[in-house]
């Protein structure tokens, strides 16, 4: 008090004002502010403040609030038809205005647009379920000896299904799905192959397919049942009733089809072509079975509904209980399982061993950010635009008031006319929506499979909203501004500038053009990693080798048939393809140091002896795998230098380690070479990893197949000649290893396509944006312009002149963002990514200038036609 | 029921009108109370209570002059009106009435 006025909140006043009926507001602040008054002298004025906020919003009651005056509303109503006039013809007047604000605003929003449909289409998965909102999966984090670095998978044991199913009360259903029931169906003459998983009868219970044919209870109960969609079905018995028939699996077994069920829903996170009855495995994989092991967490989804109100928390500490029980009949390993509710499956893109593909949670983030972004930045455009543009609306705004209109009134006017251009935008927008949608489908195959971006009542509905609230949001500062303005001062015809605030402008225009510079040199940069990843020396040659997948068949047959062909080189052949993503562990110790009973994890790859040196991987010491039948047993292995350094074999010295023993898999296997190191998993993972090479010829599974050719597509069609021959069931599946690391690189791809494109649009926002500011700025200036040609000035300095200030913007535009970017690479990006290639500022820089020319030149055109203009056009009225 | 009888907090209000006469405002009112019954007395609470009275036709209120330490607002001064004075004495006697046949023997514990 003494000395220091202390008030309270001015705000918070205002808000009583507001919503307080005018017959109490008077009383109420009055008793307000002597409260105010003695909590400034017993609690000081902090609290004072905060007493006085929060009694402010405690005296928001019914008895208090000012009824809504129906005239009010009234003369809203009545007004509209003169807003939407108005508003009409002063788009059509100033149609370059319009056309910037409608095409600004529609090209933003079909962006939002396509997020409102991913959104929508995620959001509409697996609702087919009755039960959805009960329905749980639960899913487990693997966790051996101690490490805590694995993230929670989709999946879990059959053991703990099996548990939880016989011991835990309030459990209304479940269902155990276990993967991996795929092959070939052989119907007499007819192999059809198929793929879909193995479940309990349980399964049409918790979910809701729908089975059209057979009986829902019993049909998955019998070993060697299978139930097939109905599209499975017309593929191997056309029009004929399927019940009851038998057909063989994989050359093996018959089994009989128990019941057709209704095609999968395309929004539905599970999707099969059969099911198999799980009682199945009991036999065909007794062994397996049989140990029915705690850790075996790697194949089984297990889906349950709990009844109404369940106390998850409590369900929790039951399921951690089990763990307890259970996890010491495997050593060293802790399994934590929860549940997930099947409405956040489609979003945990971050859990591993998926049922089928899911991509909620971060592609959303990620790409609603950009695009709200892009929308903020046409938002504002029409906001700078309608601004700057103050001066020939005051004048309305003055009769509007003089002849009665209140703040409301004009307020309501010029949001009527923002949501005006944001509906005309959208009609545009949802043309280029329809347009961006395919290619949107494309950018990554797994896109595809799971949207389809359809326009249903209910997404046209929200873009419908979306599009009013774009419209009130961009019109609100307008509308703002234009409430405030005094009739008396602008009918006074004292020249009331609406560019007062010229620098909130320059800010605005700052910060679009750094957006549009940042998403350029970011979609540079990305694309430099991506070439970069592609063409790394993975430490050997994948050079002209075509990966061939055997699916089964024989390495050996197909060899012989290659080797005629005169393009074929070198064939090897292989376990998995290294360098594209893919990993193959085991355990691995050395005997040779004791004290090591843990011994590692060790990725590795099963191949033959030409397998080495067809890819060019080098030997440091010893000697490649000899020739050996298929039937001889493990003996041998080729291992990395990362091996001997984590087990010290041999102090390090490569020559020393040769004949040095390895247990890999309780198999022992002498060293027989050792290898440079070389990138197993990809080209961008960090780990250097301990790798190994077997040999064992019978676990084939890719031919490697050297190709020297001057026509690739004539020899491809000879390979697939002699695979028809050879397997007429199955298509070739053969790719270039080139094309196939390109591949495991798709979703970086994907990015730089993605932030190309909203780049693009940034920049075409920017610029349009650019275009309204100069056109609006030399127009005003004509005048002063014709004089100052009049007087002898130069086109040249006059361009400097009305240039210079919009290039000084860019430049710094420029000078802000491009600082960021490499910044943002070299903290954030690049500690979280291996191997990446450094920045080249040089390319970035290219863009930069990309976006200034295009921005200059938008200047100078528009300059140039106001320097160029006759002065005695323009100042014969003076 | 409204209009009809009295809650206890506001005949505990409308006697606090009464003893202040014409120092009745919602601020004096709030401590009066506060002190007298030893409570923690809302500003929130008191005011529907006065508006309540006042549309129940047991008090009326006016507005007085201006002062400065309520930032140049008028109080809002109340007194009761005869139906507020009625409904008082009825409440008064309805208690008194329960009073009266409590016998003696029933207190001497305390």
């Known amino acids: 008090m003494r000395g220091v006025n202390y008030t309270p909140p001015r705000w918070a006043t205002r808000f009583l004002r507001w919503y307080c009926r005018p017959e109490l507001a008077e009383d109420l602040e009055g008793d307000l502010h002597e409260f105010f008054q003695r909590n400034l002298a017993l609690k000081g004025p902090r609290q004072a403040r905060w007493i006085y906020i929060l009694d402010v919003l405690k005296f928001l009651r019914l008895y208090t609030v000012r009824q809504p005056s129906f005239f009010y509303f009234l003369t809203h109503w009545i007004m509209l038809r003169s807003y939407l006039t108005t508003s009409g013809r002063n788009m059509v007047r100033h149609k370059l205005f319009s056309f910037i604000n409608i095409a600004g605003l529609a090209v933003s929003m079909s962006v939002g647009l396509v997020v409102i449909g991913v959104l929508s289409d995620v959001l509409s998965y697996d609702t087919f379920h009755v039960h959805r909102d009960r329905t749980y999966r639960l899913i487990s984090r693997y966790e051996y000896m101690g490490d805590k670095g694995n993230s929670f998978m989709g999946t879990t044991s059959l053991r703990a299904a099996r548990l939880i199913h016989e011991s835990f009360s309030g459990v209304e259903e479940m269902v155990a799905v276990r993967g991996q029931f795929q092959g070939d169906w052989q119907l007499g003459e007819k192999i059809v192959p198929l793929s879909g998983f193995w479940t309990q009868p349980s399964f049409f219970n918790v979910f809701s397919f729908e089975l059209i044919k057979g009986n829902a209870a019993t049909a998955l109960q019998r070993p060697f049942s299978v139930v097939l969609t109905e599209t499975s079905a017309r593929k191997l018995f056309g029009d004929e009733d399927p019940i009851g028939k038998t057909m063989v699996f994989n050359k093996d077994r018959s089994y009989t089809v128990t019941g057709v069920v209704k095609d999968i829903p395309f929004f539905s996170h599970i999707k099969f072509e059969m099911l198999g009855s799980l009682s199945t495995l009991e036999i065909v994989a007794a062994e397996e079975w049989r140990k029915d092991a705690w850790d075996d967490v790697w194949n089984t989804w297990v889906y349950l509904r709990l009844p109404p109100k369940t106390d998850l928390a409590d369900f929790d500490a039951r399921l951690a209980q089990l763990s307890a029980q259970e996890d010491p009949s495997v050593p060293d390993t802790h399994i934590e399982l929860d549940l997930q509710p099947m409405k956040e499956i489609m979003f945990s893109d971050s859990m591993g061993n998926q049922i089928g593909p899911v991509m909620g949670g971060t592609l959303l983030w990620v790409f609603g950010g950009l695009a709200f972004v892009v929308i903020l930045s046409a938002g504002l455009n029409y906001t700078n635009l309608s601004i700057a543009r103050a001066l020939r609306r005051t004048r309305e705004v003055g009769v509007r008031k003089a002849i009665g209109a209140m703040r409301g009134h004009v307020m309501a006017q010029f949001l009527v006319e923002a949501v005006l251009i944001s509906l005309c935008a959208l009609s545009l927008a949802v043309v280029c929506f329809i347009l961006v949608r395919p290619h949107f489908l494309t950018i990554e195959p797994d896109i595809q499979k799971m949207f389809t971006l359809q326009l249903s009542p209910a997404v046209l509905v929200m873009f419908f909203v979306f599009a009013v609230v774009v419209g009130l949001l961009a019109g609100l500062f307008p509308s703002l501004f234009f409430a405030n303005v005094r009739a008396l001062q602008v009918l006074k015809g004292s020249s009331f500038h609406g560019s007062k605030k010229v620098t909130g402008r320059k800010v605005l225009m700052v910060v679009q053009y750094c957006i549009s510079i940042i998403l350029v040199c970011v979609s540079i940069g990305v694309y430099r990693q991506y070439i970069h990843y592609i063409n790394y020396d993975l430490g050997f040659s994948t050079e002209n080798i075509l990966n061939l997948s055997l699916q089964g068949n024989s390495a050996n047959v197909l060899k012989k048939e290659l080797a005629e062909l005169p393009e074929v080189k070198g064939m090897a052949q292989s376990m998995i393809v290294t360098s594209v993503g893919n990993y193959w562990g085991t355990n691995m110790r050395y005997p040779g140091n004791p004290l090591d009973t843990i011994g590692t994890g060790v990725s590795y790859n099963t191949i033959d002896e030409h397998y080495m040196p067809l890819h060019g991987h080098q030997l440091i010491a010893g000697r490649n795998f000899l020739p050996k039948p298929d039937s001889a047993r493990e003996t041998e292995v080729i291992v990395n230098q990362q091996v001997l350094k984590r087990f010290n074999i041999g102090g390090q010295d490569p020559e020393k380690a040769l004949g040095d023993v390895l247990r890999v898999d309780q198999k022992d296997m002498t060293i027989v070479g050792v290898m440079k190191d070389f990138s197993y998993g990809r080209a961008n993972d960090r780990s250097s990893r301990e790798t190994i090479f077997r040999h064992d010829p019978k676990q084939a599974r890719w031919l490697n197949v050297k190709i020297q050719s001057d026509d690739l597509i004539a020899t491809y069609a000879k390979i697939e000649a002699i695979w028809k021959r050879i397997d007429p069931n199955h298509p070739l599946e053969a790719r270039f290893y080139s094309d196939q690391i390109a591949e495991s690189f798709s979703g970086l791809k994907a990015t730089v396509k993605l932030a190309g494109f909203l780049a693009f649009l940034a920049i075409c926002i920017a610029s349009l944006g650019l275009l309204g500011m100069v056109v609006f700025t030399t127009e005003v200036r004509l005048k002063e312009i014709s004089i100052r040609k009049v007087m002898g000035a130069s086109e040249t300095t006059l361009l400097f002149l009305l240039g210079r200030g919009f290039i000084l913007l860019l430049l710094l535009a420029a000078g802000i963002s491009v600082p960021l970017v490499v910044l943002g690479f070299e903290q954030v990006v690049f500690p979280n990514i291996a191997n990446h290639a450094p920045i080249n500022l040089g390319e970035m820089l290219w863009g930069v200038v990309g976006v200034l020319v295009v921005a200059v030149l938008t200047i100078v055109t528009q300059s140039l036609k106001t320097a160029r203009a006759n002065p005695a056009e323009v100042l014969k009225n003076e | ?110």
């Open chain 2, 1 to 110: 029921m409204k209009g009809t009888n009295l809650g206890e907090f506001e005949e505990l209000v409308l006697l606090t009108i009464a003893t202040l006469v014409s120092e009745a405002y919602s601020v004096a009112i709030c401590d009066d109370l506060a002190q007298k019954t030893g409570r923690e007395v809302k500003l929130g609470v008191v005011h529907s209570v006065l508006n309540r009275l006042e549309e129940k036709g047991l008090a009326k209120s006016h507005l007085g002059e201006a002062t400065k330490e309520r930032g140049g607002k008028r109080k809002r001064y109340y007194t009761v009106t005869n139906a507020g004075k009625a409904a008082l004495v009825r409440a008064k006697e309805m208690r008194d009435q329960y009073w009266n046949i409590i016998p003696e023997l029933k207190w001497k514990g305390i």
